[in-house]
């Protein structure tokens, strides 16, 4: 299958608009084709061929009691089932009529069209299958136990509404995956891009066994406050609670972000710039929003100083009065959101930040990171695969993992170096950042992970 | 629906496959939020999908599509692409896929609903969500309160070649109440019946109107304006007496991940991790104190993966996990279970819709009730702390070392409850921490708890499962100051 042409998709969603009987409606039209091999030390373990349709309705409707709002959707083309959609969405907006005042739906707004990469779309399953087996041999001559993924994905949408907008785009990204083990030791690496001719699966193939048999034998480590370098990975896991928990207008508004009466404040260090920027082809995403709004480039944190949240129509107030372009699909319980995080490089590479360190730790990923606190944004995860003791700016011996418990705005406000290389780096939970290596003067680790 | 699945099946066959079976799908769900009196969520969906899985020279191939009732092209045509994408991958297996030999189940399953949440008018769904949102914001120092209603419905029709054919229909309805108070420079949120958008529990409104969430909602309110108030919990070393309502997460964590049998083979090492609970440790090892039952039961009354089969057709069962203290079972598949030498799967292969693979889940896993009441434990207790609610958790890949923090905690001193304390946090590893339990409270407090988000697999997939327990009591647990 391929996706739906640019002509499919909006002259779905224009139709639905001008069937509904709403005094407002919104219509999103997706398809997304995916192609994945899970594999492990047997060779492949699950795989799919698989793709999907989502048509989104959003329907207003004006009664004397007020105004009613919803959303249904469907996974299908089929005529007889969208126009049961509709119906639903309105039968829905009618008993949550109420006295609020919304906020109109937007006009016509100039969006560039993203493309997905064709042979991102075209990938087949040899080559996936051919990079299994690259993976499972490497890790095989080590005595390493591999497991990985190798995805390609791409995915179109158009959005419509009854004030004229109509917005459409495509999106791609292809990733591959090792985690390399032996009974002591993992190491992890990946590539992702939007073009999977741009992947380099070999050399996250040597990068993931390198690291596990680097990282062999580690010795355990006392808990204890340590300066650390954070690898991309370790760092992303940390950096992405600035899009879950605190850059959101609604969370701000409610004041239950750490943004709280801060805006403006030099809250880290001055080292630190982040921006969300869904254009910036190291972390690229949609041009526009679930509202159909384009996404602005923002910047968060300018050289340590905290700037405003992120907003969607609802939330503008917040963001003097305009919509940043960070709705997800409405109405929704959730706030807006930046999912396209990027960390301004410093020039210092690897090796000269590890080599600052007295005595410290480095660390290539942190995992299972959550929230403990959300107006500091103290936050609890553990090491995982490989980290290193460094005494004397070099690294001497592999560690056995700690868990930390810190404030992230803490931490980052003694920010003693920047990378200069910015790589794409997800974590256990959704989202990705574009971020360099980051030197901590401090973190704190609370537990061992090899017995509390 | 059959018709289309045993299309599928039999072109597959035709193809050269030794084993074929196909899910056809229809999901439907809806969402109502009030948060701080205004309506913010009104939503719905429906899907309806193909899955074809077939093995091929000892590899799977899967291929899923959305489905048209009258497209018996676009069966066969996924069953064209798992064939074909199984011939692909199999030379790349260095073992071949091994399924257990199980009876074909036939017949078909539907959960026990009173009030059909689907067929109710939105306006009585949306009733007690409004009088409870008014409620909590009855305080000023209420920032947000939120209502919450969800119900899915999943109704499956599976067959396989080999003859099973069955039909179930799922259905789930919850929801829950949230006020979160900002006062005296701190910010806390307390919940009911449970937090991050409250319980869920097989059948229909009905088990919404059990919670009464009128009912609670000024203690809910009141408790998240103390508690902002109240002093932090102190660090140290303390007995745990947990609520059964956040007992049921470390179950989930701690057991009930630990004992998934592909992490144990090390096949999910590449997203969630892999577990200490290897098997060279089945029966030998002391996972808790004599008092801990830990059981799987995917037949268990309130179990939201209470079913008649699992997505590769293996009927519901019921297995102890750890008995009297120790490991004795994992939760499996067919393809997996070959590794054990009873060679059955436990069925516990689920996908999380027509779009995904099966891969192996947690079912309903369960404490056993113990003898003890909560009264009696609380006095018996001379300096603890009861955590209630569940804030914040976290496990590492292996599932040893956790960190938990609870809504709410109360001191206990002297046997008697002393004062509020927020952010209770504990952490520690799994089997000194069961190996800690000395008591659990008797069948009057049990009670199981839904779990709608349980994350797994690469691409990720959510599945959905219950947990019940008494409260119980671990001695000596960690504390990290609030």
Same mark, same amino acid.
């Given at each position: 299958m391929t996706l739906f042409s640019r002509e499919e998709a909006l002259a779905l969603a224009r139709e639905i608009v001008a069937e509904s009987p709403a005094a407002e409606t919104e219509v999103t039209v997706e398809s997304t084709v995916d192609r994945f091999v899970r594999y492990a030390h047997v060779g492949p373990t699950q795989s799919a061929d698989r793709e999907r349709v989502d048509v989104a309705i959003r329907v207003r409707v004006v009664r004397p009691g007020g105004v009613g709002e919803a959303r249904a959707e469907a996974s299908t083309l089929e005529r007889a089932t969208l126009e049961h959609t509709l119906a639903h969405a309105l039968e829905l907006a009618e008993a949550g009529v109420a006295p609020d005042e919304l906020v109109p739906l937007g006009g016509p707004v100039e969006v560039a069209e993203s493309r997905a990469a064709p042979a991102t779309l075209a990938h087949g399953f040899e080559a996936k299958a051919d990079a299994v087996r690259r993976a499972v041999a490497r890790a095989g001559e080590h005595g390493l136990e591999p497991a990985g993924l190798y995805e390609t994905c791409a995915t179109a949408r158009a959005l419509v509404n009854s004030r004229g907008r109509e917005v459409f785009g495509e999106t791609s990204r292809a990733s591959f995956s090792l985690v390399a083990s032996s009974a002591t030791s993992s190491g992890f690496a990946d590539t992702i891009a939007s073009d999977v001719t741009a992947l380099d699966v070999d050399g996250a193939i040597e990068r993931a066994v390198d690291d596990a048999l680097r990282s062999r034998d580690p010795r355990p480590i006392e808990p204890g406050t340590y300066e650390v370098v954070l690898a991309p990975h370790a760092a992303s896991a940390l950096l992405l609670f600035f899009a879950y928990e605190g850059f959101s207008a609604r969370s701000f508004e409610e004041r239950t972000s750490f943004l709280t009466d801060r805006v403006g404040e030099l809250l880290v260090s001055e080292r630190f710039t982040l921006f969300d920027d869904a254009r910036d082809p190291r972390n690229p995403g949609w041009l526009?929003?679930?509202?159909g709004t384009p996404r602005e480039r923002l910047l968060l944190f300018d050289r340590g100083r905290a700037q405003p949240p992120v907003s969607d129509r609802a939330h503008a107030r917040s963001t003097g009065g305009r919509s940043t372009g960070h709705a997800v699909a409405q109405p929704s319980s959730q706030g807006p959101l930046p999912q396209n995080l990027v960390v301004q490089a410093g020039d210092a590479t690897l090796d000269e930040l590890i080599g600052r360190i007295e005595r410290g730790l480095y660390v290539t990923q942190l995992h299972y990171v959550n929230t403990i606190e959300p107006h500091e944004l103290v936050l609890t995860g553990v090491i995982r695969h490989a980290a290193w003791l460094v005494e004397k700016g070099k690294l001497v011996a592999p560690v056995a993992g700690l868990r930390f418990t810190d404030g992230l705005v803490r931490a980052l406000a003694d920010l003693r170096g920047v990378g200069a290389k910015v790589e794409r780096a997800g974590a256990l939970f959704d989202g990705e950042v574009a971020t360099p290596a980051l030197h901590l003067g401090s973190l704190h680790f609370t537990s061992s992970t090899r017995g509390a | 629906m059959e018709r289309l699945a045993k299309a599928a099946i039999e072109r597959g066959l035709a193809l050269g496959a030794s084993y074929v079976d196909a899910r056809v799908e229809r999901i439907a769900s809806e969402t109502l939020v009030v948060r701080n009196d205004r309506l913010n969520e009104v939503s719905a969906r429906e899907e309806f999908g193909l899955a074809v899985r077939a093995l091929v020279g000892g590899a799977f191939g899967f291929a899923a599509a959305p489905l048209s009732l009258d497209d018996a092209g676009a069966a066969l045509a996924l069953a064209d692409r798992a064939v074909a994408l199984a011939r692909v991958l199999a030379p790349a297996r260095t073992r071949p896929v091994e399924l257990s030999e199980e009876s074909a189940a036939v017949g078909e399953y539907r959960t026990p609903v009173a009030i059909d949440p689907f067929a109710l008018r939105d306006a009585e769904k949306l009733e007690p969500l409004r009088a409870a949102c008014a409620e909590l914001g009855? #305080?000023?120092?209420?920032?947000v309160r939120e209502a919450s209603f969800a119900c899915r419905s999943r109704v499956q029709w599976f067959a396989s070649s080999e003859g099973a054919a069955f039909h179930q229909e799922l259905v789930r309805t919850g929801g829950g109440i949230a006020a979160t108070a900002a006062a005296s420079g701190e910010v806390a949120t307390r919940s009911w019946p449970a937090s991050f958008g409250g319980d869920h529990q097989p059948g229909g409104f009905e088990r919404v109107l059990e919670f009464d969430l009128l009912g609670h909602a000024p203690r809910v309110r009141d408790e998240a304006v103390e508690l902002c108030a109240a002093p932090p919990c102190e660090a140290g070393r303390r007995d745990l007496i947990l609520a059964s309502n956040l007992l049921m997460l470390v179950i989930h964590e701690t057991v009930g991940h630990a004992t998934e049998l592909d992490r144990a083979l090390g096949c999910e090492a590449d997203l969630a991790g892999h577990s200490f609970a290897t098997v060279d440790k089945r029966g030998s090892l002391l996972y808790g104190s004599p008092w801990v039952e830990l059981v799987a039961d995917s &037949?268990?009354? /309130? /179990? &939201?993966?209470? #079913? /008649?089969?699992d997505d590769e057709g293996v009927r519901s069962q019921r297995w102890p996990l750890v008995h009297a203290g120790r490991f004795v079972d994992f939760q499996s598949s067919r393809e997996w279970a070959s590794a054990l030498e009873a060679r059955k799967s436990h069925g516990g292969a689920r996908a999380q819709s027509w779009y995904h693979p099966p891969i192996v889940r947690i079912t309903n896993v369960s404490l056993e009730p113990g003898a003890w009441d909560l009264d009696a434990l609380i006095a018996d207790t001379a300096d603890g702390i009861v955590c209630d609610g569940v804030k914040m958790w976290s496990i590492d890949e292996a599932r040893r070392n956790f960190q938990f923090t609870a809504e709410l905690g109360w001191e206990v001193r002297g046997g008697k409850r002393a004062r509020l304390v927020r952010t209770p946090t504990f952490t520690g590893d799994t089997l000194d921490f069961w190996r800690a339990c000395d008591a659990v409270c008797d069948a009057s407090h049990f009670r199981m708890w839904g779990v709608t988000n349980c994350g797994k697999g690469n691409p990720i997939q959510e599945a959905e499962m219950s947990h019940g327990a008494s409260p119980a009591r671990f001695r000596g647990v960690r504390f990290l100051a609030g």
């Open positions: 526009f929003d679930g509202e | 009855k #305080r000023p120092e209420v920032s &037949l268990a009354q /309130g /179990g &939201l993966d209470t #079913r /008649g089969i």
